[in-house]
């Protein structure tokens, strides 16, 4: 089978055989007839064998006069327009036969055309009516007609019958158009290119990715012609890998830039493209965008990751708890004995110094304690609401005798912000924390350390960014930011910034900036840092705004102490024995009687026992089989007005917010010195009160 291109030029042969062919028919016989005798007789030989060879032409051939009257065809056309013989045709016109009437307007509009132009018009495709109805496709070629002057006289036409030809380029074209409606229904993206990487086609997707409004506009040009001309070079190696290899690429990631500047992410195949014989000839390709999944995978990386981090600083908070807890109940042993030691020393005595002493490394042991309790987010709190700007700005003197005096300090505190319920002294300790570490950070040199206090909107994505132990409720949230020029911090060291320890110095001093982090968790807050390095760092510190005023039990207002010795007896209940021993002791030196229970349980039995003679109940938080709260609400059964202080290394906020509104007696924080238990003591055995 012959091209179209192959076709038309094998039509051009015929056509112009056939034309020279015709107007020697004309020319001897038509054209004498019509002109010079019409009463004369027929032509010579020469037009009779013109016209038998013209018959022999299987392209139909007419010729008309300037009327657009038929002069003569030959026999291809006549059998084509359903006559029997040529000469049936000559005087008719093409509204003579059986044509619809537009047809006849459109084939006698073209040949007006050629004889009032005297050009010819090659070419045409139009339809051709048989007499059965039959519809074919022609293309005609009608060229003037001249005398032996060159004058017009008329036209002659060629027609050739493309009917096959048409219906195949209408099934092609059919074809194509199904092709394109289905892949332009497909979700993904559908290319194809030549062996220069030069596009051939798209689909309607790939069209728009591209910027462009059909999938044609895609035709000719090249990737360095798109908007991801940055990533050209990358995919023409790809092209040519799998065009030079004749294997499939196929699965692969790749980046692209969209043509608005979007950065975006491809899974790609390609394949190479065959001709009929299996010689590459180009490559196909295909793509769908991922980047939502790879965003959304990027994402919950970056939530397991945080949620492996804030698992980790929970075990570890949960550890210095525990630690902190046993501590502080061989801390009350440490401080009990050496105030019953001090109280029975004289005031001379040799011993007398090394015993205070104990007492002060006791001390400074409950501060450490409490540090560690304050990472855990257990720390001693005493919530009331207060300004966070104020507790800055009566810091400043402090704050500037701590840090060298290269550093400067520059506030920018907003007015009127909402109140945060909080622990002051603790807000104390971050903010100096956070100033201090600060300093370091810039380090020898001169530099600024910013202080700046506002309230922000800040929503659940933005706090899982953060230093959360918990999936905390976008709301109004009060910040505190601190924010230095010094030498920054990489990823690896932010990741473990709040460590317990951990430090970038030659040598840790302690929980630092973990306690920040616990201090912050138990006011049901959360830590954002941001860093680089050589960029200065920035840490904002975001505290709950409106939660209301956390439970707590107030601290006794002083009072003189009454005349004489406390009277009565005062049950013990804790699961360590050296803290009932020396709390018993303690006790016993004020006059009072001491019963010890080791558990709940126990302590219930002895109550059941002693109740009319127990005055007052000192009861750990903490203890096997039955802790405080279950004894408690027992004992509470037992007796409504019976008098209990609670015990624990904890906060007084975590520890009391159980107890609202049941009468509590009173909060005794462990590790206690004797001053401490008699003041608690002389508050409690006054009448009872509620708490």
């Known amino acids: 089978m012959m091209e179209p291109g192959e076709l038309r030029t094998g039509s051009e042969i015929v056509r112009n055989l056939a034309v020279g062919l015709a107007l020697a028919v004309a020319g001897g016989w038509a054209l004498r007839k019509l002109l010079r005798d019409r009463r004369g007789k027929a032509g010579g030989p020469g037009p009779i064998v013109a016209s038998r060879i013209l018959d022999t032409v299987h392209q139909g051939v007419f010729w008309k006069d300037r009327a657009s009257v038929y002069l003569g065809c030959n026999a291809a056309f006549a059998t084509a327009v359903g006559l029997d013989h040529p000469s049936e045709i000559i005087g008719k016109t093409d509204y003579d036969l059986h044509w619809p009437r537009a047809d006849a307007d459109a084939y006698r509009a073209d040949d007006q055309e050629v004889i009032e132009s005297g050009t010819a018009k090659r070419a045409i495709l139009e339809p051709l009516q048989q007499a059965d109805g039959t519809r074919l496709w022609c293309e005609t070629s009608k060229e003037p007609l001249r005398d032996d002057e060159g004058r017009v006289i008329g036209i002659i036409g060629l027609c050739t019958d493309v009917t096959d030809r048409r219906l195949q380029e209408i099934d092609l074209r059919e074809t194509r158009l199904m092709l394109q409606t289905v892949l332009d229904g497909i979700p993904v993206r559908v290319f194809w290119k030549d062996l220069n990487s030069v596009y051939l086609g798209c689909n309607l997707l790939f069209a728009r990715d591209a910027g462009l409004e059909r999938p044609d506009d895609i035709v000719g040009k090249s990737d360095h012609d798109l908007g991801w001309s940055e990533q050209a070079d990358l995919y023409r190696a790809d092209d040519r890998q799998v065009m030079d290899t004749n294997q499939s690429k196929l699965g692969y990631e790749e980046p692209q830039t969209t043509p608005d500047g979007e ?252 306690a920040v982090l616990g201090i912050v968790r138990g006011h049901r807050g959360t830590v954002k840092v941001d860093s680089e390095p050589g960029q200065g760092s920035s840490v904002k510190v975001l505290f709950p705004v409106g939660r209301g005023e956390a439970p707590t039990v107030a601290e006794p207002a002083p009072e003189e102490e009454p005349a004489g010795p406390l009277r009565g007896t005062v049950l013990v209940v804790d699961d360590e024995e050296v803290v009932r021993e020396v709390t018993r002791e303690m006790l016993e030196r004020d006059g009072l009687e001491v019963l010890t229970a080791g558990d709940g349980a126990e302590a219930i039995e002895v109550f059941r026992e002693r109740q009319g003679q127990i005055v007052l109940i000192l009861l750990d938080m903490t203890m096997p089989r039955m802790d405080g709260e279950e004894t408690f609400r027992e004992l509470r059964r037992l007796d409504p007005d019976v008098r209990v202080i609670l015990m624990s290394g904890y906060n007084e906020q975590d520890t009391t917010s159980r107890f609202v509104g049941k009468r509590l007696a009173g909060f005794l924080q462990k590790p206690f010195t004797l001053q401490d238990l008699e003041a608690r003591l002389r508050a409690a055995l006054g009448p009872p009160k509620d708490r």
């Open 263 to 514: 950065q975006i992410w491809l899974r790609t195949s390609k394949m190479p493209l065959h001709d009929l014989e299996g010689e590459v000839i180009g490559v196909l390709g295909t793509y769908e965008d991922i980047t939502a999944s790879k965003r959304a995978e990027a994402e919950q990386r970056s939530l397991e990751a945080q949620m492996l981090h804030a698992q980790k600083l929970e075990s570890l908070g949960i550890l210095a708890g525990g630690i902190a807890h046993d501590f502080n109940n061989l801390l009350v042993a440490m401080l009990g004995h050496a105030d019953l030691a001090l109280a029975d020393l004289p005031p001379g005595a040799g011993a007398h110094q090394h015993v205070e002493e104990i007492r002060t490394a006791a001390r400074r042991a409950r501060e450490l304690t409490n540090q560690m309790l304050a990472y855990s987010g257990k720390g001693r709190f005493v919530v009331r609401s207060l300004q966070l700007g104020e507790v800055v700005s009566e810091m400043g003197h402090l704050l500037e005798a701590a840090i060298p005096k290269k550093v400067g300090l520059r506030y920018r505190l907003a007015r009127d912000l909402p109140a945060v319920e909080a622990d002051v002294a603790q807000l104390r300790q971050v903010v100096m924390n956070l100033v201090t570490n600060a300093a370091e950070a810039i380090g020898e040199g001169r530099g600024t350390i910013t202080l700046a206090t506002g309230q922000q909107q800040a929503s659940p994505e933005y706090l899982r960014s953060a230093f959360s132990q918990e999936n905390l409720p976008g709301g109004d949230y009060v910040y505190l930011e601190v924010s230095d020029d010094g030498c920054g911090m990489d990823a690896a060291t932010r990741e473990r910034l709040f460590e317990p320890f951990f430090t970038t110095k030659f040598q840790g001093r302690g929980l630092g900036l973990a």
